[in-house]
């Protein structure tokens, strides 16, 4: 995780998103597709990390991206455009895994929440334990096995290096629910690599 932006680089993030925001509903030539290019990718991240198949989340991303034309309005400029286009994605992935009766959590495992929280931040790097090729294929492996929620939430918070906040915010999730959720990931995918090492790292 890179250190949270700092005050003036968010302002400049939040004008640079209202004014692309702006052009789009203005409906300057390129806008809407300049959009599209600028977050497809986070867009099929999050889609692809709940649903895990690719004819699904290409149609997925589409109505992402057609929900996100239709109310477009409604984005105030108060939080950056990226979280916005992700909680639409999620809100949209989470919909259809709801409509396939598909469960997106496992049953909790009786561990308290709260300690899980607090432990959270455990200076476990999963990056650097992960560097061997072969290793890297059994985390990612046991990232697939991961229930839907859990596999999102790590891409948000590892790979688009979202703050905790901001992901419970776009999951509508309390922050010791997010907290919990990543310690849990972490744990069993810790277990993977110490099976593979041979080793705690």
């Not at 990390?49 to 034309?69: A, G, K, N, S, Y």
């Not at 560097?131 to 929620?149: F, G, Q, R, S, V």
């Not at 972490?186 to 090492?197: A, D, Q």
Request: glycine share 6%.
């Amino acid at each position: 995780m890179t250190s949270p932006p700092s005050p003036a680089s968010f302002q400049d993030t939040l004008g640079a998103d209202r004014a692309l925001v702006e052009a789009v509903l203005a409906r300057r030539p390129g806008a809407f597709e300049r959009l599209v290019r600028e977050y497809q990718n986070l867009c099929w991240h999050v889609v692809d990390r709940m649903v895990r198949h690719p004819d699904d989340t290409r149609e997925l991303c589409q109505e992402v991206f057609l929900r996100i034309h239709r109310s477009l309005h409604q984005y105030r400029g108060e939080s950056a455009l990226k979280s916005w286009v992700a909680q639409v994605a999620y809100s949209v992935a989470r919909r259809h895994l709801e409509r396939k009766r598909i469960p997106i959590v496992e049953g909790s495992d009786g561990e308290d929440g709260l300690l899980l929280a607090e432990r959270t931040g455990d200076g476990f790097d999963l990056e650097a334990n992960a560097a061997d090729a072969e290793i890297n294929a059994h985390l990612h492996a046991a990232i697939e096995a991961l229930p839907p929620l859990q596999r999102t939430l790590l891409t948000l918070y590892h790979l688009e290096e979202m703050p905790i906040g901001e992901i419970a915010r776009l999951t509508g999730l309390a922050e010791g629910t997010v907290k919990s959720h990543l310690f849990r990931s972490r744990k069993r995918l810790r277990g993977v690599l110490e099976s593979r090492i041979g080793e705690s790292p």
